[in-house]
Every structure is written in structure tokens, then in C-alpha cells.
């Protein structure tokens, strides 16, 4: 069994920061990889930042700016994001992948099915 649930989103002035929360249970880092993903209205879920035992990986948009890390001992897999802009407002979700597979193929291409948390909303006003 595994449950995702996401925290931290908010409203915040461009340039601001944030930090999202997935906390994952069911789920052992060994063998699972924590993606960060996010959907705008009107457009397409993207791939934000993925995290493995092993690897991350960031997309382009926001390389510089956002910062993955895990939390073992409390199971939370954590996004900061610094220096936000207008166009990071989006419903951010966490996803889970089990199995052998390359972080980056997970991170751009959002899963259809599988582990999805519920959703925090991120709004950057100018």
C-alpha cells in the first residue's frame, strides 16, 4: 500500500520561496522514486524534480532554482523552491515509481496510472 500526501503550497510574491512536503508511506526509497510534478491550467502535467536512492533530476525550468531532498527518517521527500516566478503557479503533485527504470524517463514523461498524491496549489502573484 502506498499513500502520498502533499503540503506546503500557498501564495507567495515573485521572488519568493516555498517548500512542498510529499509524505510517502508505503514506500521504501530503496526501491521507489519520488517525483515532483505540476499542471497549470491549460496545459499539460510537467515533470518538476525526481529523486532516486541514487540520482536527481531537475527540470529545465526550474534547474537553479529548486532544490529536492529526502527525509528518511520521517518518509517526507521535500521540493524547495526559491526565487519563484508567475509562471511556476501550478497544482503541484507527488508521484511513486516502483522498479528499475532512468529518473529522467519517469520525470518528463508524468505517469498516467500509478501513485499520485493529491495536490498542493502554488500561486506566484506578481
Known amino acids: 500500500e502506498v499513500q502520498l500526501v502533499e503540503s506546503g503550497g500557498g501564495v507567495v510574491q515573485a521572488g519568493g520561496s516555498l517548500r512542498l512536503s510529499c509524505a510517502a508511506s508505503?514506500?521504501?526509497?530503496?526501491?521507489?522514486?519520488i517525483g515532483w510534478f505540476r499542471q497549470a491550467s491549460g496545459k499539460a502535467r510537467e515533470g518538476v524534480s525526481c529523486?532516486?536512492?541514487?540520482?536527481?533530476y531537475y527540470g529545465d525550468s526550474v534547474k537553479g532554482r529548486f532544490t529536492i531532498s529526502t527525509d528518511f527518517a520521517k518518509n517526507t521527500v521535500y521540493l524547495q523552491m526559491n526565487g519563484l516566478k508567475t509562471e511556476d503557479t501550478a497544482v503541484y503533485y507527488c508521484?511513486?515509481?516502483?522498479?528499475?527504470?532512468?529518473?529522467?524517463?519517469?520525470?518528463?514523461?508524468?505517469?498516467?496510472?500509478?501513485?499520485w498524491g493529491q495536490g498542493t496549489q502554488v500561486t506566484v502573484s506578481s
Open positions: 508505503g514506500v521504501t526509497f530503496e526501491n521507489y522514486a
Open positions: 529523486i532516486s536512492i541514487s540520482d536527481t
Open positions: 508521484a511513486a515509481k516502483g522498479g528499475i527504470f532512468r529518473l529522467w524517463s519517469f520525470c518528463e514523461n508524468p505517469p498516467e496510472s500509478g501513485y
